[in-house]
């Protein structure tokens, strides 16, 4: 599994795009990029996967550079409801082991 | 409604008395896991099912047993509590192994 690297906490306000970028410079070949956002005391929520360029859906964007060491999950137009805590991921889709680190706490403030 | 359901939500007991946390999903998922979650430590995987009678240590699977026995249950059990198992428990499920992880709503214990 790739060790994935995040900020630890970023502060926004609300109506700006929110950019956290994951490091995992010993991604493998395999591997695809997961993230989900976790609220207190709930279980996390899947955001978003990808493997290559760009995937977006309806709640945000993940940006994967060509060689894969790093992955920017973009958040537009940030509310109050998007402060949570958010996890990168790397692995194989085929694995069992999760690791998910520490994740980034983002703060939206009014 | 597609869900991953445990119980008990919250727990309080005393210390070597044996408790099993249910974990149970209605989507026909092929794995499942048990991650515990402390502050500042984030998530932990505890143990991971990949199917029926195929289950794996994670990173913390030290005082925890599981079974899988029925591809939609996978029951958490601690047989002789201690303290510093207090946390908060998730379960998760999904179709196949790292794809996307559908979790409980959680279980606080709490072992005196």
């Known amino acids: 599994l790739a060790k994935t690297t995040q900020p630890i906490s970023m502060d926004s306000y609300e109506g700006q795009e929110v950019n956290i970028t994951c490091s995992h410079n010993?991604?493998?070949?395999?591997?695809?990029i997961t993230w989900y956002q976790q609220f207190p005391s709930q279980g996390p929520r899947f955001i978003i996967q990808?493997?290559?360029t760009k995937v977006t859906n309806e709640v945000a964007s993940l940006f994967i550079p060509a060689d894969r060491k790093s992955s920017t999950l973009s958040l537009p137009r940030v509310s109050l409801s998007d402060t949570a805590v958010y996890y990168c991921?790397?692995?194989?889709?085929?694995?069992?082991?999760?690791?998910f680190g520490q994740g980034t706490e983002l703060s939206v403030k009014p | 409604e597609a869900q991953v359901t445990q119980n008990p939500r919250y727990l309080i007991t005393v210390t070597g008395k044996k408790l099993t946390v249910t974990c149970s999903q209605n989507?026909?998922?092929?794995?499942m896991s048990w991650y515990r979650q402390d502050p500042g430590l984030g998530l932990r995987q505890i143990y991971y099912?990949?199917?029926?009678?195929?289950?794996d240590k994670g990173d913390v699977p030290e005082g925890y047993k599981v079974s899988r026995k029925e591809k939609r249950n996978f029951p958490l059990i601690l047989e002789s509590p201690s303290p510093n198992q207090t946390s908060l428990y998730f379960c998760?499920?999904?179709?196949?192994?790292?794809?996307?992880?559908?979790f409980g709503d959680g279980t606080r214990l709490s072992i005196l």
């Open positions: 990808g493997y290559k």
């Open positions: 099912s990949m199917n029926v009678e195929v289950t």
């Open positions: 010993n991604i493998a070949t395999n591997d695809y």
């Open positions: 998760a499920s999904s179709l196949r192994g790292r794809g996307t992880q559908h």
């Open positions: 991921l790397v692995g194989e889709l085929q694995g069992g082991k999760l690791i």
């Open positions: 989507m026909n998922h092929e794995y």
